[in-house]
């Protein structure tokens, strides 16, 4: 997988992204950040990117059900130095990544994608009755 054109990431790479989005899917499932704003919501961890030199992580995250919003993003935001600092103690990494949590669009666009798809069928289909009643 070619990270936005750049680089293909390597194997440590890939292993300590998947790492990262277990162990924070599961925090954030848990529910033990006290941060009202993220109390009884349903978060997930699509996927992580990590830098090469592991400092820096991009997290892909959405609400289960809907688009993250405004004041949940802010909640990732305050939480991610914590989040970073609790990763590393886990992981046992030699620096405490640095979290950017961004809205996962890949759901709203895959259901873009079958909207597009299921209107070309039905005007398709449209086609085909107008050619066979036309005969």
Partial sequence: MVNRGEYEPS????????????????????????????????????????SRDLKSATV??????GELTREVAAALLQASSYLGGWLARQMHLKYA???????????AH?????????????VGLAREDDSDGAA
């Fill in 60 to 65: 892909y995250t959405t609400e289960l059900g």
């Fill in 11 to 50: 194997q440590r790479q890939l292993r300590v992204a998947e790492q990262m989005r277990h162990l924070l899917a599961e925090q954030l499932l848990r529910g033990e950040l006290r941060d009202p704003r993220l109390v009884g919501r349903s978060l997930t961890v699509a996927e992580v990117r990590v």
């Fill in 110 to 122: 895959a259901a873009h994608i079958d909207r597009l798809l299921h209107e070309a069928q039905r």
């Fill in 97 to 107: 990544p640095r979290l950017q949590f961004v809205a996962d669009e890949t759901f």
